[in-house]
């Protein structure tokens, strides 16, 4: 770490950690947190230096843009702990490039590297006891950023705070994925925000997400929003579908995240030999390829999700199964990205960084 920032942070540690009552051998998602988090102002043009302080409630006034206009963007983001108790983060500054590339679109002052980063890596090192150990299980961290400048005029805040909050957690799904292909609503549009991780565009997928969950499939997949012919993503991961023996994802957009864990399942498979095809996936083409067996495997590919294997897909009135097959690519491509996020394996690509 620099001397810049990292020796400027300031620190409060908490008086009352709450690490013991917590029960790492069953850590559900995002829902424990912390003893502490780190916080930064935007405030009369510029960021002030970063401070760590205990985990806490924030004091916002009901006026405070972020409740009006949703001037808000976050990431999301792992740390990991190897078997010798060092810590280690997967391609770092791609997320706090991605945040910036948010903000951009959101009106939103950019965050300098070293405020995040250095940032992030001095409240790992506090907290670092709360990076879970148990298999299956990560530190998720979630850096945000929102509008907390005071106004009901609709125009971008003057005051921003930026936020990272981190969570033991266990694994995103349980239990079996049915996927539901939307052909009504939009989660993004060209010209729009889809690219970029602003909470706005969840809140709009919870109520077609909920109509697909009443009929019994946990997650929509996003069709494109002019001709609903396309499949793009699902509400928290990249799609993969394997046909035959090729590994096929829509290619990024306006409209689709760029996510982190979808580029190196590419460069891994192709690594392997595995023949990836970056394309529009149209539903007719993968209709066809359940009905005539040449569809083999789907997944979805996220931080949250790592690889989360899709058992079947609906379409209209209809449900495709996936086949269930000896060997899949999902394993192991999943083992081959985690083993290198935990510090198991030779990380040729060098996307690990050890936090120190
Ligand atoms: N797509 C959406 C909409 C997401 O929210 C996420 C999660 O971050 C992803 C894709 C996967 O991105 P990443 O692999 O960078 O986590
Ligand atoms: C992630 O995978 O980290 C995400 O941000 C997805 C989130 C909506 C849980």
Redesign the pocket.
């Known amino acids: 770490m620099s001397l810049e920032v990292s020796q400027k942070i300031t620190i409060e540690k908490t008086k009352n950690s709450k690490i013991d009552q917590v029960d790492f051998n069953n850590l559900p998602f995002g829902q424990v947190y912390t003893d502490h988090m780190l916080i930064c102002e935007f405030e009369n043009g510029k960021w002030e230096l970063p401070k760590i302080i205990p985990y806490q409630n924030l004091h916002l006034d009901p006026s405070a843009k972020i409740f009006h206009y949703g001037q808000s963007v976050f990431?999301?983001?792992k740390a990991y702990k190897d078997e010798n108790n060092d810590v280690f983060l997967f391609r770092p500054i791609?997320?706090q490039k991605?945040m910036n590339i948010s903000a951009k679109r959101l009106a939103m002052p950019e965050l300098p590297e070293s405020y995040f980063m250095e940032g992030l890596e001095t409240l790992l090192l506090l907290d670092k006891d709360w990076i879970p150990t148990t298999p299956n299980s990560s530190l998720y961290i979630r850096p945000f950023m929102f509008a907390s400048g005071n106004g009901f005029h609709a125009s971008p805040s003057d005051k921003y705070t930026f936020i990272i909050a981190c969570s033991p957690s266990g694994p995103y799904f349980g239990g079996e994925l049915k996927v539901l292909i939307e052909q009504k609503y939009s989660?993004s549009a060209n010209g729009g925000v889809?690219y970029a991780?602003a909470g706005g565009?969840?809140a709009g997928q919870f109520y077609p997400t909920n109509l697909a969950i009443e009929k019994g499939y946990q997650q929509v997949i996003w069709t494109d929003d002019t001709s609903h012919e396309f499949i793009e993503?699902?509400?928290?991961?990249?799609i993969f579908v394997r046909i035959n023996d090729t590994l096929v994802t829509a290619p990024t957009s306006d409209r689709?995240?760029?996510?982190?864990?979808?580029?190196?399942i590419i460069d891994i498979a192709r690594d392997q030999g595995i023949s990836v095809e970056i394309r529009r996936i149209s539903v007719n083409e993968l209709v066809e390829a359940s009905e005539n067996g040449s569809l083999k495997e789907m997944f979805g590919?996220?931080?949250?999700?790592v690889i989360s294997p899709i058992d079947g897909f609906g379409f209209g009135d209809k449900d495709y199964i996936l086949p269930k097959l000896e060997e899949t690519y999902a394993t192991k491509l999943k083992k081959q990205i985690t083993d290198i996020q935990y510090n198991r394996s030779e990380d040729k690509f060098g996307w690990r960084q050890l936090v120190k």
């Open positions: 990431e999301g983001m791609e997320n991605r989660r889809g991780k565009n969840y993503e699902a509400g928290a991961m990249n689709i995240l760029d996510g982190i864990t979808r580029k190196s590919a996220g931080t949250a999700a």
